[in-house]
Every structure is written in structure tokens, then in C-alpha cells.
């Protein structure tokens, strides 16, 4: 008879083995994992295109790596420039260049919001945490401040360039017109022809006879009455239809119906949306006009 | 060559040589790697099918935990500025970072799984009786540290889940008559989860509560051996007991009736037979080193396949809809929510049945069902023994009914706690965008 000591030896030294090799298996597979990123394939990419460029220099410097913009002031960390790298490179790479290596678009506006005080999500939103395409640009449940893609603006028939307006109003909140921002002027010339004040309270100026304005881009749409909205159950939806037709929204409310057109409706959407509670530095807030009374 | 090479050998690895037979044997009576385990197992105790090897597998878990947690501290800071970004980095910017935290996630969920199933087998088998009584009190402080420890952990992402789990669940304990709200307060270092929170849970949880399982685990181990090895033993040894015969020379009462009871060498081997028995190294060593492998995938495989789950930053403002509770504390959030009578504005809160009396209760339960059992000794380390169905079926029936509230918290409720079939789509909550 075989003895005890071998018995267990021979049973379980076939298990110890096997599992062993599933361990060996398993790192193997996490080791994978860490190297196989989605931005690996665009770094080595962008290093080629510099080098076809005739950034010579660059291509030779250039690291492969996580990269981000850190602005602790906004408690910003944009990772996005880890796959978007020739966001900076305006003027030197073409830029008709394909995504995400394109340079940013818009110059002269990047000239007066330079990267390194601004970033990328506090203009564009997003998750800037992440170095994934699906958790950057559209996070769920895993991040509240979803990227503002012209497929969204689009849904809300806007272009992008109108609905990221509302997130420069964030800064530009004080001041009656802003070179740039037409829906926001609009939104705030309206604000004034329909003498909207005389109800609402904005930054402590206002009536008490309709609810406070100031932070009305926080509302938690779950408190909002849905069951009239056509649409998506957004709050976008709710401010807009509410514009379009208080009265269609919410019957018994005492706001009259303003027969606005439907940019008009969005604008007033987009600066009700930008009206929030942030704490961004003075630094970043702009000066208010010289014959502006506080 | 060789004698040399084998000199810087001993000289780069071993801290002192022994200078006569004598400090040598000395070395090894006072080597404690060498007395972790007893001298000799038996073939029983061995046996897969009879303690499914869970009390092992928690102890693996605990050491995935405690080796994952360390390197987890190096990244994390407890400020409910930095807490939910230091997950972040973790995520996306750390290396290993993701791995880590998952498998610390996952090995923690299923330490509480597995720490309950132990106590389940231990219950089956009663394997409680006796002496092994005291060892059952400390399983049971066990479980209540694991269950304490997972709960601390839950909250240190910082994030909605977070924030609104440990909202819920202290709100449970603060329904505990008099002392209820003062223990919400102790525990919180305030009325609501905020930074003494965070800065409380981080404290228990990298220190309080490890030390205090690491210490009753070493405990929990010694008294074990020191009750005569696993229960399963029992039959075998009552049988034989029966029959006289002499000790072999070697074994001796090494206190001579200085202390009441016997030395842990005589218990663990009393009435055994020699044949039954293999060498606890390596027979018992390769076979924990082969749970541990298996654990270790599992977690491992479990981290590279599913994420730890994260939502977005801790937001007192925005209470998520619904709000549930740790998965192994939901089952009491379903009893407060489902016992909470209304009666036009009279509201009989469920708080007192699901938060106090039935905890309560079925911890007294546990604390003194090993002094309520009557049954025969000779139960002892069987599986679902006959004599005991009764038993069996009534712990049977409350595990079923807390694993059946757990299932209907966690999978069927949904917005405003309603119930949904598992296949019913539920209601879009409305989004800003």
C-alpha cells in the first residue's frame, strides 16, 4: 500500500503545479495589461508624425509615457494631452491632422487661455483623471461632468462651439458681453429686456417672488417635475421647455410665457446651466468693465 | 570552490551557527517558523470535503489584504481633498495601481463571504462543543472585526458609493436605543460623514482593526491546537480513548502538573495512531501553499477582469437614488426599509426591528448557541449530523434568509427603493446633459 506521506504528495503536487503555472499565467497576463494601453499606439504614432514633420528634435525627445496637466489652483489633472499631444503644436503641425494628434483649433483664443493655466476639462469637460477613451470622454456613473462632444450638442441642436459657452460663462459670468460667446450676450441681453429680476434673485439683485437664480446650473434634476417634459429627462430639457412654454411644463406656474424662438430658448438654457457654485481663484475671473457699477 | 561558495553561503544567510548538537537542537525547539504547525497532522484533518480548507483560505485572503493594503498606503491620502484623487491616480496613472486595488477590493469582499461560510462550517459540523467553545467566541469577534474592517474600508474612495454606504449603514446603528446615536457620533466625529470621518475609518482601518485580527487570528490558530486539532478528530480519538495504552517513551507531560489541563503535544496527538499521521512539513505546508495559489488567482483573476467599482466624488448635496449600504449590511437597510409601517403621517419606523433587535438577536444567538447545545458529543465534527437537524435547519434557515434579503437589496431594488425583476428595465434617473 502506498504510504499516507506519498499519497498526499502525489495528489496535491499535480494541483501545486498546475496552479503555479496559472499564477505564472496570470502576472503574465497583468504585465500585458499594464503595457497594452490605449495610448501607447498614439504616442509612437505622434513620435513618427513629428519626425515627418520635421521636428526633428522633438521626435528624438519625446518620451512615451502618461502625460497631464496639473493646475493645482482648479484642482485640475488633464490627462488628455497623454493621447491628444499635438494639442500645442498649432501652426507647426498640420491641422487637418487626424485625431487625437490635432492641434487645437482655435489660436487665438488658446493665446488668451494658454494650457498651462487652463487645461483641457475646465473649457471642454470630461473625466481628465483618465487615460482610456471611454472613461475620458464618456464616464457614466463614474464621473458627473460628462465631455461636451459636438455629438451632445448636436442632440440639443447645437454646435459644439455654442454649448461650450455655458462653460465659459464659469469665468466670464460678470460681464455683459464677451467677444466669442453670441448665445451667452444673448442669453444676457434677454435676461434684461424680460426684466426676469423683478421675479428672480441673481447675485444677491433681484425680486424674492421666484426662486433664486444664482446657482441655478446645480439644481438636482431630480427634484424637477418631469411629467409634462417631452424629451430626454434632462435639466437642459427642463430649462429649455420651460422657456419655450412655462406654462406647457408647469401648469400652475406663475412665470408668464415668454414666446421665445428656440435659440433664444437655448441661450437662456446655456447661462441658467453656466450659473453655478465654483470656486475658481480671482486670478482667473476676469475684470470687470471700467464703467461697470458692483 | 565549491566548500568555499557553500561558506559565503552560510555566512551571507545564516545569522548564527550552531557550536555543538546541543545549541542546535535548541535552535529548532526555538524556531517558531518551525512550531507554526504541529509537529504531525492527521490524515483527517487533511480531508478537503471536511473543513473545505475556508478557515485557510480566510487566513490567505487576510494576508492578500494586508500585503495589497500596505502598498495601496503609499498612494492614498486621507483628506477629503485628496482621497477621491488618489483613487483616480490608482485607476489610471500608477502602475499596478488598478490591479491593486482590485484585487484588495475583491479580496476583501470575499474575505466577508468567506469568513461567514467558515462560521457556517464550523456551525454544521458542530464543531463548537466543548473546549472549542471559547475558540468559537473569538471566531465570532472575528467576524465582526472582518465585517468592521470591510465596512471602514468601503469608505476611504470617497466617492458617492462611498459616502452614501457609510451614510446608511451608521444611520442603522445610530437606531440602537440610548446608545445608538452616541455610537454615530463616536464613529462619524460628527453629525454627518465628513473629514473626522474619513480620517477615523482610515486610522481603523490600516490599524485598529488589522492589529486586532492579526492577534486574534495567531489566537484563534494556537487554540486550535491547543483543543485537540480540528473537531473532525474527535470520533477517532473518543473510540480509542476507551482503549488503554501505554504512551510512547518519547511523549511526556512537559509541565509535571504544574498548570490544570495537558500540553498542546499531548492533546493534539492523544489517542491518534501514528500510522494515521504524515508530517505537518511539508505535507500540511504544500498543501496551505497550494490554497494560498488558489486564492491568489482567484483575486488575481477577479482584479484583471472586473474594475472595483467607483462613481464620481462624494457629494453631501446629491444623495444617489437608491442609497444602499455595504452589500453584507444591506440585508439590515431591507428589514429597516420593509418593516417601516405608515399610517397617515404615523410612521413606525423599521429602524428598531432591522437596526436593533434583529442584529441583536441573532448575535446573542451566536454568542450563546455553543452553551444552548444539548446535543451528544458524538456530533462532534460530523457534517449535518442527525441528531442536530434541528439546529442545522434553524442556522440554515437564517442564513438562506439573510443570503434572500441580500439578493433583493442589492439586485431588485432600485430607484425609490422600489422592487425590479432582475430583467425589468428601470427608470433613467434625469441627467444635467
Redesign the interface.
Known amino acids: 500500500m502506498e504510504p499516507?506521506?506519498q499519497k498526499?504528495?502525489r495528489r496535491?503536487?499535480g494541483?501545486?503545479f498546475a496552479?503555479?503555472i496559472?499564477?505564472f499565467g496570470?502576472?503574465a497576463?497583468?504585465l500585458w495589461?499594464?503595457y497594452k494601453t490605449a495610448w501607447r499606439p498614439y504616442q509612437e504614432r505622434f513620435r513618427l508624425v513629428l519626425a515627418q514633420q520635421g521636428q526633428l528634435r522633438q521626435a528624438r525627445s519625446f518620451s512615451v509615457g502618461?502625460q497631464?496637466i496639473w493646475i493645482p489652483d482648479l484642482?485640475v489633472?488633464d490627462?488628455c494631452v497623454t493621447c491628444h499631444l499635438g494639442y500645442d503644436y498649432m501652426g507647426v503641425l498640420p491641422a487637418d491632422l487626424a485625431q487625437p494628434l490635432t492641434p487645437h483649433p482655435l489660436p487665438a483664443l488658446i493665446h488668451h487661455h494658454g494650457f498651462n493655466r487652463f487645461g483641457c476639462t475646465p473649457c471642454h469637460g470630461g473625466q481628465g483623471?483618465?487615460?482610456?477613451t471611454t472613461?475620458a470622454h464618456d464616464p457614466g456613473?463614474?464621473?458627473?461632468d460628462?465631455m461636451?462632444t459636438p455629438r451632445?450638442a448636436a442632440s440639443y441642436q447645437m454646435t459644439v462651439g455654442e454649448l461650450l459657452q455655458m462653460r465659459c460663462n464659469f469665468c466670464h459670468r460678470q460681464e455683459q458681453t464677451t467677444p466669442g460667446m453670441d448665445a451667452i450676450n444673448l442669453a444676457k441681453q434677454l435676461y434684461q429686456t424680460k426684466k426676469c429680476a423683478v421675479c428672480h434673485m441673481v447675485d444677491g439683485r433681484g425680486g424674492h417672488s421666484a426662486p433664486e437664480l444664482t446657482y441655478e446650473?446645480d439644481v438636482?434634476?431630480?427634484l424637477?417635475d418631469?411629467s409634462h417634459l417631452k424629451g430626454p429627462?434632462?435639466?437642459?430639457n427642463?430649462e429649455y421647455q420651460h422657456f419655450i412654454a412655462a406654462s406647457a411644463l408647469l401648469p400652475t406656474t406663475a412665470m408668464p410665457d415668454y414666446g421665445m424662438t428656440p435659440p433664444q430658448a437655448r441661450a437662456m438654457t446655456l447661462l441658467m446651466?453656466s450659473w453655478k457654485h465654483l470656486t475658481y481663484p480671482p486670478q482667473y475671473i476676469p475684470a470687470p468693465p471700467p464703467n461697470h457699477s458692483p | 570552490m565549491n566548500r568555499r561558495l557553500q561558506a559565503w553561503w552560510r555566512k551571507g544567510l545564516w545569522a548564527w551557527n550552531p557550536a555543538s548538537e546541543r545549541e542546535s537542537a535548541e535552535a529548532i525547539v526555538r524556531n517558531l517558523w518551525l512550531h507554526w504547525f504541529p509537529a504531525k497532522v492527521s490524515q483527517r484533518s487533511m480531508s478537503w470535503s471536511y473543513s473545505l480548507w475556508l478557515g485557510t483560505a480566510a487566513a490567505c485572503l487576510l494576508t492578500i489584504l494586508t500585503v495589497t493594503g500596505v502598498m495601496l498606503m503609499f498612494f492614498y491620502t486621507p483628506s477629503i481633498e485628496r482621497a477621491y484623487g488618489s483613487i483616480k491616480d490608482l485607476q489610471y496613472a500608477v502602475s499596478f495601481g488598478r490591479l491593486l486595488r482590485n484585487q484588495h477590493r475583491w479580496a476583501a469582499e470575499g474575505m466577508v463571504a468567506i469568513v461567514f461560510l467558515h462560521m457556517a462550517r464550523v456551525f454544521f459540523t458542530a464543531a463548537y462543543r466543548g473546549p472549542r467553545a471559547l475558540n468559537w467566541l473569538i471566531g465570532v469577534i472575528l467576524l465582526l472585526a472582518t465585517l468592521l474592517l470591510s465596512f471602514t474600508g468601503y469608505l476611504l474612495p470617497w466617492d458617492q458609493l462611498a459616502f452614501w454606504a457609510i451614510t446608511v449603514g451608521t444611520s442603522i446603528a445610530s437606531q440602537a436605543p440610548i446608545v445608538g446615536p452616541t455610537i454615530r457620533y463616536l464613529l462619524l466625529g460628527g453629525h454627518l460623514v465628513g473629514q473626522q470621518t474619513l480620517l477615523r475609518f482610515y486610522v481603523l482601518h490600516v490599524f485598529f482593526l488589522p492589529a486586532l485580527i492579526w492577534i486574534l487570528f495567531a489566537y484563534h490558530m494556537w487554540r486550535v491546537r491547543k483543543d485537540g486539532g480540528l473537531a473532525v478528530l474527535e470520533s477517532g480519538r473518543a473510540a480509542r480513548l476507551m482503549q488503554p495504552k501505554a504512551m510512547p517513551a518519547s511523549k511526556s507531560y512537559s509541565l509535571f502538573g504544574l498548570t490544570p489541563g495537558t500540553s498542546v503535544a499531548v492533546m493534539s496527538s492523544m489517542g491518534l495512531e501514528e500510522s494515521e499521521q504524515v508530517p505537518a512539513s511539508p505535507t500540511l505546508t504544500r498543501r496551505i501553499a497550494l490554497v494560498f495559489l488558489v486564492v491568489f488567482n482567484l483575486t488575481l483573476a477577479l482584479a484583471l477582469l472586473f474594475d472595483a467599482p467607483l462613481q464620481t466624488i462624494a457629494n453631501p448635496a446629491v444623495t444617489p437614488n437608491p442609497a444602499k449600504a455595504p452589500w453584507y449590511f444591506v440585508w439590515l437597510q431591507e428589514l429597516v426599509a420593509s418593516t417601516t409601517v405608515r399610517l397617515g403621517d404615523f410612521t413606525l419606523s423599521g429602524g428598531l426591528l432591522g437596526g436593533v433587535l434583529v442584529p441583536v438577536i441573532l448575535l446573542a444567538l451566536l454568542v450563546a448557541w455553543p452553551f444552548l447545545d444539548r446535543s451528544s458529543r458524538a456530533c462532534e465534527g460530523l457534517w449535518f449530523a442527525k441528531e442536530r437537524a434541528r439546529q442545522n435547519l434553524t442556522f440554515l434557515a437564517i442564513s438562506l434568509a439573510i443570503a434572500a434579503l441580500i439578493f433583493i437589496g442589492v439586485f431588485l431594488r432600485g430607484p425609490y427603493w422600489h422592487l425590479y425583476w432582475l430583467t425589468t428595465p428601470r427608470p433613467t434617473m434625469p441627467r444635467v446633459l
Do not use: K, Y
Not at chain 1, 129 to 132: G, L, N, P, S
Not at chain 1, 233 to 236: E, Q, V
Open positions: 499516507l506521506e498526499f504528495e496535491d503536487f494541483w501545486l496552479m503555479s496559472l499564477f496570470l502576472v497576463a497583468g495589461q499594464e502618461i497631464q484642482g489633472v490627462r483623471w483618465a487615460t482610456e472613461a456613473d463614474s464621473w458627473n460628462p461636451l451632445l446650473g438636482n434634476p431630480e424637477l418631469f429627462h434632462t435639466l437642459f427642463w446651466l
